[in-house]
């Protein structure tokens, strides 16, 4: 043993681990004459086991820290697939089984919304551990005359090299080894990514192709910097990696196709065509789960609908087949604009009238609630910051029967769903989905029903 991983064991306390927390830390407590009583959380550590951890973050009430040695293994253990497991920032629940790693998100979703009666008796596994990831955000650093491509290291911003990451899909790992090679290579691909020093690539996939996304590149109009710019993501190009778009503020260049069109969850026909800027759900298959499950609980026949935070109409397409009616909010350009080719298809072939409105989603809500507008059915699906107080409590007199609440933060969900619960709505059904798996990353859905005299 190196002496400082001997000095470290020496640290090292024993703490029996009874529960997960969000981040996918094990919780627990040290155990063993005079411990420490605080609770900690241990990186690495899974429920049913004891370990032995070093302190990483000491707070008044709680201890953070990392597990050096497994004292006695949960039978969930497995050595994690990936070798880069530990030093990558990616996946923090690599190290339990793949199958188990559902109920631990059930755990995680009920841990949050324990305090508010809510119980999730449910978790929807993931058809596939690895393999599946369609979108991923690269990073680049510039550090001296090399160029780094590839994910966070673990708890760092600096950027951890890599031709290849075990969740993404095939069509991901091609345009992943593509770019990090032409990084290494120096040419005008390489050059223009310089530019960036620290920057991001969006990476989309279709299955079968991948557009990449590049923000903070301004191209200039008309003159040498834009064809120099063309030719040099042009470079990227290949049968796989189809499109590049540089973007710079409201301008955009788009070299070979900028969005491909994702049929996930719907009919080829109303397929949402989708850039690298635009959110889609990070697994194809577990999407078409999610919202099958979403327009079940919604229940939405005949009805009229709001939806905020429509995204492109990953959901709006399957609601539209069974509402009267869907309003659908969403402020960012691109997905907005997919949102009206959709009101558009669903109207020709007389699906319900869908109302596209590019608007945030907190001011759609305090409008409707001031205008003493209601509606039957409301389904959102926040971002992690979540739909925030005001918007919360404008919702909780705006849904007027059944809303859907998809959250994949469930903390913020916990914090959403106070004001409704207040006011007088019951939760009647949740389920946790794993999306992601081989992180503590988890979708959570609760249907909550409005007090009988709004309805
Ligand atoms: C988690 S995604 C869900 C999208 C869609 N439901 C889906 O399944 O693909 C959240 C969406 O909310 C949009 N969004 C974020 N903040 C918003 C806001 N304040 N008002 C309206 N839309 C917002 C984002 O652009 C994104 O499309």
Request: glycine share 12%; aromatic share 2%; charged share 25%.
């Amino acid at each position: 043993m190196k002496t400082t991983e001997a000095k470290e064991a020496a640290a090292g306390e024993p703490v029996e681990i009874r529960g997960i927390a969000h981040g996918g830390e094990g919780v627990g407590r040290a155990v063993g004459e005079g411990a420490d009583t605080r609770t900690w959380l241990v990186e690495g550590a899974l429920p049913g086991e004891q370990v032995l951890a070093v302190r990483s973050e000491e707070r008044r009430r709680m201890i953070r820290g990392r597990t050096l040695q497994v004292l006695t293994a949960s039978p969930d253990r497995v050595v994690p697939p990936c070798p880069v497991e530990g030093v990558c920032g990616g996946c923090g629940l690599q190290h339990a089984r793949a199958a188990a790693q559902a109920e631990l998100k059930r755990q995680i979703a009920e841990g949050a919304l324990r305090r508010l009666g809510i119980a999730v008796p449910q978790a929807l596994a993931s058809p596939r551990a690895l393999g599946y990831r369609r979108r991923a955000r690269l990073h680049v650093e510039r550090v001296g005359d090399a160029l780094r491509l590839g994910l966070h290291r673990r708890q760092s911003h600096d950027v951890l090299d890599l031709a290849h990451c075990p969740v993404f899909d095939a069509p991901l790992n091609h345009a992943l080894a593509r770019l990090h090679a032409l990084a290494g290579a120096g040419g005008a691909f390489a050059q223009v990514l310089r530019l960036l020093r620290r920057g991001e690539l969006h990476l989309l996939s279709d299955g079968a192709a991948v557009v990449v996304g590049i923000p903070g590149l301004a191209p200039r109009e008309g003159d040498d910097g834009e064809a120099g710019l063309r030719a040099a993501l042009g470079e990227a190009l290949d049968s796989v990696v189809v499109g590049v778009i540089a973007r710079g503020g409201r301008r955009e260049l788009v070299v070979g196709r900028g969005r491909l069109a994702l049929a996930d969850a719907g009919p080829e026909d109303m397929a949402i065509p989708t850039g690298p800027f635009e959110f889609a759900q990070a697994q194809a298959a577990q999407n078409q789960v999610l919202v099958e499950r979403v327009v079940a609980l919604a229940d939405a026949r005949g009805g009229q609908v709001l939806e905020l935070f429509a995204g492109g109409g990953n959901f709006t397409r399957a609601l539209a087949r069974e509402a009267a009616e869907v309003v659908a909010v969403e402020d960012d350009r691109g997905s907005a604009a997919a949102l009206l080719r959709l009101a558009k298809k669903t109207g020709a072939s007389r699906q319900a009238k869908v109302e596209v409105r590019r608007l945030d989603a907190t001011r759609a809500l305090v409008r409707y609630a001031a205008e003493g507008r209601g509606f039957d059915r409301v389904v959102l699906d926040p971002p992690r910051a979540g739909l925030g107080l005001q918007g919360a409590r404008a919702l909780a007199q705006v849904a007027r029967g059944r809303t859907v609440f998809v959250a994949c933060d469930p903390a913020t969900l916990a914090r959403d769903l106070e004001p409704l619960l207040e006011a007088g709505h019951r939760a009647s059904a949740a389920l946790a989905i794993d999306m992601m798996p081989m992180t503590p990353e988890v979708e959570v859905i609760v249907a909550l029903d409005a007090p009988r005299d709004r309805s």
